[in-house]
């Protein structure tokens, strides 16, 4: 993409006042989102308020809204809710309290207002917007402020950031809040399922949704629930005995426990509510089973926001302030959102009318149509549980002539989500028709003919586990091309899923290079990226980044309130990633570090002067601790003893200096939320290319497949899933370093920098533009988002 690079120093808020608010029901980030628009705001030079409880504070004013500094919004990155409240407001629904509220905003020449909240309050403040200049008019007619006002103070600007746990926002992929909650609801049911294991019983979970299923169906999705009710999507008639067969053949099948997810708002096709309580007497009657209820409730609202919902409000904010500051009378009320991995801005109203309208398909039984305006990822969601969920009869399976066998295997270092891709990958297989086989030990195994055929039920229960259930090794084929060969011989093989790192990659170019010796590998292969490095070419992320990063973000939580305590006190951490500084320089920006140390960014001894000076400056402040992080191998000399004793030294009398390599604590642990999603996901995908591929290269009694596009690998590129060829990608590598040439990540760097009170450069050619809320066909649902 050649463009110039526009840079937002050009932008000035000399002059102009922000208010920013939080407003309607909580959400974990919202913090964060504050954080940025005032640090942003006060690094372009412009002038931010509190406004304090929403939009009742508006219109009380007083001290209600007040000027804040850069330290206002010190440790507040990692605190869940908001800490300038929110309230629900009677008042300003009202032109009295709309009129309170503009004249307390002129006074302080606040005419820039972001928003964080959910529609309703969106809603609110486009009102506010329309009605502003009359507003002003009439003040004017009251004598309340003079004509110079009007004029000074004459257009309102409005930035909206959707803070909501439910995820139930046209328009964007992902609210602020909503990763959090799954995380809550994930952890309560890891800790459900060992007590309903050890007594055979059956659970109902009520998580929050009372419009939206977003978080019940992504959570069954990422647990394995034996069933979920939504109200997009209610059970078809006689659904009571589809459920009742359902768990009786799943504990038939050896299988110790039940799992039932209910959204609060689940209705049955003919709109009456389906309750927890239910649900479970249906189970108690009908089958005699163990069953508890356990409702959520404000579990899911609370704790501290993860790692994922730190960085997007952060993206968030910062985006939001440039709205602002190029916004015209003529622009549009938008809100800055989430799509694919892309920070974009939307008309506010489209995506308020576009989620008014979900509402209303419900209310008159348009389910399809409901599912369908839910957006793309929503929809892609369901068709993975359908596809998951339930194990089709034999009968039921695609009849084809002959029976492909394809085999599944994780190589390199283990990576949390991985066991999520092998159960989406075998159940899918079998749903289309395969005979699945599982190779235990990547490679190395395979060659020693370590390999087994796995079933529907063998993978039950796989998608919290951590780590590698498969066994994986970081050992590359060439060595064993013969013996691979022959086992894929023995066993028939038709088709390769690889699930790894880099090693995977590579391994996959080593099978497409070995083609012309060996036939065998004339199959179709596809890698799925799978490490928390995130280094893998041809994706923004990798399966188990995630996990990573939220455990790097939890440890620098912990030290943080250790140095607080301690007071002038500067950690250095060192995390893994090999050369990729992803992990360093997101966790970095997630627990509102100082500075990273980056490989890809090479820095010298005056630039860890500079930070050492920069730490100095700001232990005068009221913020007296440090954090620092290091990617391990950013600099063979500059190691994370060097710059340890450096900053000792330097910052004798000032501050001291404790160090922490975090090690392999960042590859263990349960997989997070959006790691057994996204593998989910990308896994059920590449199987159903797997399937396509075969029946293409299907010939004479055998698959035979040569061609480039026929070893590939499965991607997020921006918006989009995207299957790359692995031959292609080999220009856009570095081999020798193990990294992809170009990271989308290094755009978000100056943020961090800026966050952190350094001056630097922020190229903003990426966003700016007001696009559209895309109307999608169902096709676009199959190609395209997570």
């Not at 007040?66 to 990692?78: A, G, K, P, T, Y």
């Not at 270092?413 to 990958?425: D, E, F, L, Q, S």
Request: net charge neutral; with cysteine.
């Amino acid at each position: 993409m050649d463009h110039q690079p526009k840079f937002f120093e050009n932008l000035s808020g000399t002059g102009k006042a922000i208010g920013v608010l939080t407003s309607g029901g909580d959400a974990q980030g919202m913090n964060a989102a504050v954080r940025a628009v005032v640090r942003m705001g006060i690094y372009v030079k412009a002038k931010v308020y509190f406004v304090y409880e929403g939009y009742q504070g508006m219109v009380d004013g007083g001290d209600n809204i007040v000027e804040v500094s850069w330290e206002s919004v010190s440790s507040i990155l990692q605190v869940g809710g908001t800490v300038i409240g929110s309230a629900r407001c009677k008042s300003f629904r009202t032109r009295e309290g709309r009129l309170q509220a503009a004249y307390n905003l002129v006074q302080r020449g606040i005419t820039n207002l972001c928003v964080i909240g959910g529609d309703g309050s969106l809603t609110g403040a486009n009102l506010f917007r329309e009605e502003w200049s009359g507003l002003l008019e009439e003040l004017a007619q009251k004598g309340k402020i003079d004509e110079e006002a009007v004029k000074k103070y004459a257009y309102l600007n409005i930035v909206g950031m959707v803070g909501s746990i439910d995820n139930d926002f046209c328009g964007t992929d992902m609210t602020i809040g909503t990763d959090s909650a799954l995380h809550r609801i994930i952890e309560v049911v890891d800790a459900i399922m060992t007590t309903a294991q050890s007594h055979q019983r059956t659970f109902v979970l009520e998580v929050m949704g009372r419009h939206c299923g977003y978080l019940a169906l992504v959570s069954a999705l990422a647990c394995g629930a034996d069933w979920v009710f939504i109200p997009e999507y209610p059970p078809e008639e006689g659904w009571e005995d589809s459920m009742c067969v359902k768990l009786s053949e799943n504990r038939a099948r050896k299988k110790r426990l039940n799992i039932i997810i209910v959204a609060e708002g689940a209705i049955d096709c003919h709109n009456k509510p389906i309750t927890s309580e239910k649900v479970k007497d249906l189970v108690v009657q009908r089958l005699g089973f163990d069953t508890r209820v356990t409702i959520l409730g404000h579990v899911q609202r609370g704790g501290t926001p993860s790692a994922f919902d730190r960085i997007l409000a952060s993206r968030m904010g910062v985006e939001a302030v440039l709205a602002l500051l190029e916004a015209t009378p003529a622009t549009p009320a938008c809100v800055v959102s989430l799509s694919g991995n892309q920070a974009v801005r939307l008309p506010l109203m489209e995506c308020v009318q576009m989620t008014q309208e979900v509402q209303k398909a419900m209310d008159e039984g348009r389910f399809v149509e409901a599912v369908r305006l839910r957006g793309r990822s929503f929809e892609n969601n369901l068709n993975t549980y359908k596809l998951l969920s339930h194990k089709k009869p034999d009968t039921e399976l695609p009849k084809v002539n002959t029976n492909f066998n394809v085999a599944v295997l994780n190589v390199g270092a283990p990576a949390a989500g991985m066991n999520a891709a092998v159960r989406a990958a075998v159940r899918v297989g079998i749903t289309e028709g395969h005979k699945m086989f599982a190779v235990i030990d990547g490679f190395e195994g395979f060659a020693r003919g370590k390999i087994k055929e796995i079933s529907w039920g063998d993978v039950g229960g796989w998608t919290g586990q951590g780590g590698s259930i498969l066994g994986t090794k970081r050992t590359l084929p060439a060595k064993f091309l013969e013996k691979i060969a022959d086992q894929m011989r023995t066993n028939n093989i038709n088709a390769l899923m690889v699930i790894g790192g880099f090693e995977a990659y590579e391994s996959c170019l080593q099978l497409h290079e070995a083609r012309s010796r060996f036939e065998e590998f004339c199959v179709p292969v596809c890698v799925l990226p799978a490490t928390i490095s995130n280094n893998v070419p041809g994706t923004d992320f990798s399966i188990g980044a995630d996990t990573a990063l939220n455990a790097i973000v939890e440890t620098c939580d912990r030290i943080k309130q250790s140095a607080s305590g301690t007071k002038r006190r500067v950690f250095i951490i060192e995390t893994m990633g090999g050369y990729c500084g992803y992990l360093a320089n997101m966790g970095a920006l997630a627990a509102g570090a100082d500075a990273a140390y980056i490989f890809e960014e090479q820095f010298d001894i005056r630039e860890l002067q500079a930070n050492v000076e920069h730490l100095t400056e700001k232990m005068k402040t009221s913020i007296q601790r440090g954090l620092v992080l290091r990617n391990e191998n950013c600099n063979e000399n500059y190691t994370t003893d060097f710059i340890y004793q450096l900053y000792s030294e330097e910052g004798k009398g000032v501050f001291d200096c404790r160090k922490n390599v975090l090690g392999h604590m960042q590859q263990g642990g349960a997989p997070s939320p959006f790691d057994r999603n996204f593998g989910t996901k990308i896994s059920a995908k590449a199987m159903q290319w797997i399937s396509k591929k075969l029946k293409e290269t299907y010939r004479k009694g055998k698959v035979f497949a040569n061609t480039d596009d026929s070893v590939c690998l499965l991607g997020m590129r921006r918006r989009n899933l995207v299957f790359q060829p692995v031959a292609e990608l080999k220009t856009e590598t570095d081999f020798v370093h193990r990294i992809p040439k170009e990271q989308w990540w290094l755009k978000l760097r100056p943020l961090m920098k800026i966050l952190a009170k350094y001056k630097t450069s922020y190229d903003v050619s990426d966003s700016g533009q007001l696009e559209h809320v895309a109307m999608h066909s169902p096709k676009e649902a199959e190609t395209g988002a997570i």
